[in-house]
């Protein structure tokens, strides 16, 4: 009886399901939208990426296993690809790009210590950083099979110590930011060196880094540290790099020299309240970033600029690069991405939540007979 009842329960649960599906079909709404992963709230939530307006929980706290979700990558087969793990574990957990549906774990093999940064290289397959152990791991990109160590730290100044985001430019050169710490692979660190973003020719037949970006003078914001972290290009081809600590610091991917400093402190204290997250561009050439402030119990915002000037763009109603203000539904959040998929209208959304919330409720109350 259990089982018939299970069987009912799954294909009542795909009516509804396609019910859903077809409801939001054609509805009006963002063109595009913002996915953000809450690395305290082990969730990856969605925001309309023109209005700001908060959506759904896009993919459910701890499905798969999922736990202080970092980088969230799309990949060549339009699947979400989300770093997730503990100083003394990770993995790399594959979700639908679509819909949030939980697809596996991608890696399979090697060893993972708190994966940060993922990338998918120009060789088709996935680089991914594991800063709790300085290295970076190679994974095929189509089977997720463990392929080697790209690279690893040696302890030694202006090497990979601490590796966070990771980037590819169109020469096949990976560029990598570093925190400057130096990992025993039991997940402990000591701070010991620079922060500095190296960068990496994949296809040498012995790769070593270089030092792309040295330390640069710490944020007047900040609390007298620089710990690079996300990554991105320009439209322009320039460098986007943001600081844990504070600002967005542009530098011309030929030389390396600074071009601009985008100040990141929403919060307006000297030191700021906030810390910086990851990075991603729009389309239409617009930055997206996220932060937290630690005196808020490290609930979130959203900041936005303009790619081209650097100038601050603010939501309506804020101030600055406040594109989202301080909200409960950001929980420390790190990682954030630009994603062509459709927010449903709030009207709709709470609707066919309500909806749900009663055929469930329903349904485990026949199940809970049936036992």
């Known amino acids: 009886m259990r089982?018939?009842?299970?069987?009912?329960?799954s294909v009542q649960t795909s009516i509804f399901l396609g019910t859903l599906a077809s409801l939001t079909c054609g509805v009006s709404g963002a063109n595009a939208a913002l996915l953000v992963g809450n690395t305290e709230g082990n969730n990856v939530v969605i925001f309309d990426e023109r209005t700001g307006r908060f959506g759904v929980e896009f993919i459910a706290a701890g499905t798969g296993g999922l736990t202080s979700p970092d980088d969230l990558t799309y990949g060549p087969d339009g699947n979400?690809?989300?770093s997730s793990g503990t100083e003394t574990s990770g993995a790399i957990l594959k979700f639908d790009g679509k819909t949030g549906d939980f697809l596996g774990r991608f890696d399979q093999g090697g060893s993972l210590l708190r994966?940060?940064?993922?990338?998918?290289?120009?060789?088709?397959?996935?680089?991914v950083s594991s800063f709790r152990s300085d290295e970076i791991l190679r994974f095929d990109g189509t089977t997720g099979k463990f392929l080697d160590v790209f690279a690893f730290g040696t302890g030694t100044a202006n090497g990979l110590n601490g590796p966070n985001d990771l980037l590819f430019d169109e020469d096949g050169n990976l560029y990598v930011t570093t925190q400057g710490s130096v990992a025993d692979g039991k997940g402990g660190i000591e701070f010991l060196f620079e922060s500095q973003v190296l960068r990496y020719n994949i296809f040498a037949a012995a790769p070593e880094p270089d030092v792309f970006v040295p330390q640069?003078?710490?944020?007047?914001?900040?609390?007298?540290?620089?710990?690079?972290?996300?990554?991105e290009f320009g439209a322009d081809g320039d460098l986007f790099v943001s600081d844990f600590a504070n600002d967005i610091r542009r530098y011309d991917l030929l030389t390396g020299s600074l071009v601009d400093t985008l100040s990141t402190n929403y919060t307006g204290t000297t030191p700021s309240n906030n810390f910086v997250g990851g990075l991603t561009f729009a389309p239409t050439g617009t930055l997206y970033s996220v932060g937290f402030d630690f005196t808020?119990?490290?609930?979130?915002?959203?900041l936005r600029f303009d790619g081209e000037t650097g100038d601050?763009?603010?939501?309506?109603?804020?101030?600055?690069?406040?594109?989202?203000?301080?909200?409960p539904n950001l929980k420390r959040p790190i990682g954030i991405t630009y994603s062509p998929i459709v927010v449903p209208e709030p009207a709709l959304?709470?609707?066919?939540?309500?909806?749900?919330?009663?055929f469930m409720g329903r349904k485990r109350g026949d199940r809970h007979q049936s036992n």
């Open 3 to 9: 089982l018939i009842n299970q069987k009912l329960l």
């Open 80 to 82: 979400l690809y989300i």
């Open 115 to 127: 994966p940060y940064g993922n990338a998918f290289g120009p060789d088709g397959n996935l680089y």
């Open 216 to 231: 640069p003078t710490p944020s007047p914001d900040s609390f007298g540290f620089v710990s690079f972290l996300g990554l």
């Open 296 to 302: 808020k119990g490290n609930q979130g915002a959203i």
């Open 312 to 327: 601050p763009l603010p939501g309506v109603g804020e101030t600055g690069p406040i594109f989202v203000s301080t909200n």
């Open 349 to 358: 959304t709470l609707g066919l939540v309500a909806m749900g919330a009663m």
